[in-house]
């Protein structure tokens, strides 16, 4: 996996948005599979979305942000986004995106989320 650069993280009321930046800045994402994973201390790392990852290239979510999380990309921008809609208290965690070539490599992250090189996260805060 690389290591890309997270942003956009903040303090939002329950039900409220935000929109995190997953950017590279020395390479294209045109080729990449990029996913989003979170943590809460004390816990394991948890994959929250994964973009291009399925086998046929199509993006999945984890079953506790569907309907409420989406990934989306900006080629002219080189970044990967993840809007997060409806937030809850238990959304709050550290997060983190990776991306790799080989969508393989990441299905592989998704299910052992121990592994792998992680940048420094941003931030997410979701008050009750």
């Known amino acids: 996996e690389v290591q890309l650069v997270e942003s956009g993280g903040g303090l939002v009321q329950a039900g409220g948005s935000l929109r995190l930046s997953c950017a590279a800045s020395?390479?294209?994402?045109?080729?990449?599979?990029v996913g989003w994973f979170r943590q809460v201390p004390g816990k394991e790392r948890e994959g929250v979305a994964c973009f291009r990852c399925a086998s046929d290239g199509s993006t999945f979510y984890a079953d506790s942000v569907k309907g409420r999380f989406t990934i989306a990309s900006d080629n002219a921008k080189n970044t990967v986004y993840l809007q997060m809609n409806n937030l809850k208290p238990e959304d709050t965690a550290v997060y983190y995106c990776?991306?790799?070539?080989?969508?393989?490599?990441?299905?592989?992250?998704?299910?052992?989320?121990?592994?792998?090189?992680w940048g420094q996260g941003t931030q997410v805060t979701v008050s009750s």
């Open positions: 990776t991306g790799d070539k080989d969508r393989g490599n990441l299905r592989r992250l998704w299910v052992f989320p121990s592994r792998g090189s």
């Open positions: 020395r390479f294209s994402l045109d080729d990449y599979a």
